[in-house]
């Protein structure tokens, strides 16, 4: 009686046949990288005028690194600094998605909004600072003022357009069988956007993690930008280097794990009819 | 106005919670009154006039040519939008918004595609606050609608006719007292549109609801409806309200009696469509035998 022949649902899950293949590929290009700054340090030891910075070859910074790592360290250094970008994320997505869902469905709001958001979009956060230092009473607020200027664009941006992509009909339809304006929220926008929000958020965070070092140089004595200068200040560049591999890493790791939410919001299935 | 919806509410509520009763509910009873309608002020009237009542429980098929207004008209029954003139009175309230009594069903079946086919089916019932119902109510719809296999999927992943039978179903989980269908099966390939032409009639005459339905295919009028209402182009208007006399067997087709009648209602339909000053359109009749 059914109109199609049921599909064992194991189908839509093959792994992929392309996995190994780009495990190696992925392996080569870290080793790539590796060779790069293997070669640099190399080029940097051998030239008498350089040799002061010799400690930022790959041997020198990985041992660093291993000590930073067994006596805490890094986690000290990179705490602060994750509790900043958290705040500033959280504060940037608090303002973005309400606003965002916002100028999405009243085209009179975007078209009011839209030349002052882009021209503050293009203010670059950092020009902020001298601002923030006056407004915000702790080192801490400013820095996490400067994060959310930063983080908010990419949010407002992207679940505003999220909500334009918006099938009319499913809001028809939920309005068609009793929804209130709470149920359009809860149950029809916030679902269809919340990848675009998640995306925004994955965007938002790769120019938070940018902005924190530089906005770290400020007054604070803790967080990772803190540890890049005063290595500086200090010619300890073993630490300083190492330093910039758990910038690297720490950032590499957060925007895969937000990658992960992103495919987990993304209601659109690859074997979809 | 909220004062009589919320009566009708918890009188339905009541007639719903008695343990004797059928648990069904009776059809809605309409009557268009004066309607006409314009888009914008200074335009051309799209329907004009329209004056007739649907008793409870009947099935109706208006039908006429594209730009008749017959989708229009459908969706001032659902309440989602309102004529500039004259009223539509369901069960002697005349109604202002949409309601879940009277549900209306699209070509697309608009399925929320981050939902499995059981979250779907229960939307109506949620959105009225009435989730302790789901639990019961869904597995039996969804056997009603022949997917008591399907609760657990995923919306998408089911065929065109599937989809089209989870939105039957998730029209018919609030107990809707109407089902207003505007051209629901056109998308979908004849024998999976036959197939819930026979099953939507089957099940809105086994409920007893009222059916309203859009169409411009002759024979889905002839097999679904007891009764067409033909309408004219420029401005909409009744052309010729007829009854359809057949048996349920006689409906499948193929019978004389299923061809007596479809030429004779093809007939009022090209004339209606060949009113004078308008083009002429060959209906979309590709289920004729």
């Known amino acids: 009686m059914s109109d199609a022949v049921q599909l064992p649902s194991t189908i839509l899950r093959i792994p992929r046949l392309g996995s190994a293949r780009s495990l190696i590929n992925a392996l080569i290009g870290i080793a790539a990288l590796m060779g790069v700054w293997w070669l640099g340090g190399f080029i940097v030891e051998n030239d008498p005028d350089l040799y002061a910075f010799s400690d930022f070859a790959p041997a020198p910074t990985l041992e660093r690194l291993w000590e930073m790592i067994v006596s805490g360290e890094v986690l000290t250094m990179s705490g602060p600094s994750l509790q900043r970008v958290g705040l500033g994320l959280l504060f940037a997505a608090a303002f973005g998605v309400p606003v965002g869902i916002l100028i999405g469905r009243a085209p009179r709001i975007h078209e009011v909004t839209n030349v002052p958001f882009q021209f503050l979009r293009m203010i670059s956060p950092l020009s902020w600072m001298p601002i923030a230092v006056m407004a915000f009473d702790t080192w801490d607020g400013a820095i996490v003022f400067l994060i959310a200027m930063a983080a908010v664009w990419p949010i407002l941006f992207s679940t505003a357009a999220g909500v334009r992509r918006i099938d009319p009909a499913w809001l028809k339809v939920a309005r068609n069988l009793g929804a209130g304006p709470l149920h359009l929220l809860g149950t029809v926008i916030l679902p269809a956007i919340a990848v675009d929000v998640m995306q925004g958020i994955r965007l938002a965070l790769g120019v938070a993690w940018v902005v924190l070092v530089p906005a770290e140089y400020l007054g604070v004595t803790s967080g990772l930008g803190f540890a890049i200068n005063d290595a500086r200040d200090t010619l300890d560049y073993s630490r300083l280097a190492a330093t910039v591999v758990v910038i690297g890493v720490i950032g590499f790791a957060l925007d895969a794990a937000i990658g992960q939410l992103v495919k987990k919001f993304n209601w659109v299935r690859a074997a979809a009819h | ?289």
């Not at chain 2, 009589?4 to 719903?16: E, F, I, K, R, V």
């Not at chain 2, 109706?60 to 003139?85: D, I, N, Q």
């Not at chain 2, 939307?123 to 989730?131: A, D, E, P, Q, V």
Request: include cysteine; proline fraction near 5%.
């Open chain 2, 1 to 289: 106005m909220a004062m009589t919806l919320t009566l009708s509410d918890s009188a339905a509520q009541g007639a719903q919670d008695a343990p004797h009763r059928r648990a069904v509910p009776v059809g809605a009873h309409v009557a268009i009154k004066g309607l006409s309608h314009a888009y914008r002020r200074h335009d051309g009237k799209v329907l004009d006039g329209i004056d007739f009542e649907i008793k409870a429980g009947e099935i109706v098929a208006l039908l006429g040519r594209s730009g008749c207004g017959k989708s229009t008209l459908l969706h001032m029954l659902s309440g989602l939008t309102h004529p500039s003139e004259g009223e539509v009175v369901i069960n002697g309230n005349r109604i202002h918004e949409p309601s879940p009594k009277w549900v209306m069903m699209f070509q697309a079946p608009s399925l929320f595609p981050w939902m499995t086919v059981a979250q779907n089916a229960a939307l109506g019932l949620k959105f009225t606050r009435r989730n302790d119902q789901i639990a019961k109510r869904i597995p039996e719809i969804l056997e009603l609608v022949d997917l008591g296999a399907f609760a657990d999927r995923n919306a998408q992943e089911l065929s065109g006719g599937q989809q089209q039978r989870v939105a039957l179903a998730r029209s018919l989980a609030p107990k809707p007292e109407m089902l207003l269908l505007d051209e629901p099966f056109s998308a979908l390939d004849a024998f999976t549109r036959r197939n819930l032409q026979r099953d939507v009639r089957q099940i809105a005459r086994d409920l007893g609801l009222t059916l309203v339905l859009v169409t411009h295919d002759v024979g889905e009028a002839v097999r679904m409806a007891d009764r067409v209402i033909v309408l004219k182009a420029n401005p909409g208007r009744v052309f010729e309200d007829t009854v359809i006399t057949l048996s349920e067997e006689e409906r499948s087709g193929g019978s004389d009696e299923f061809q007596a009648e479809h030429s004779r209602l093809m007939n009022i339909y090209s004339q209606a469509a060949d009113a004078p000053g308008e083009e002429t359109e060959t209906p979309n009749d590709f289920t004729q035998i």
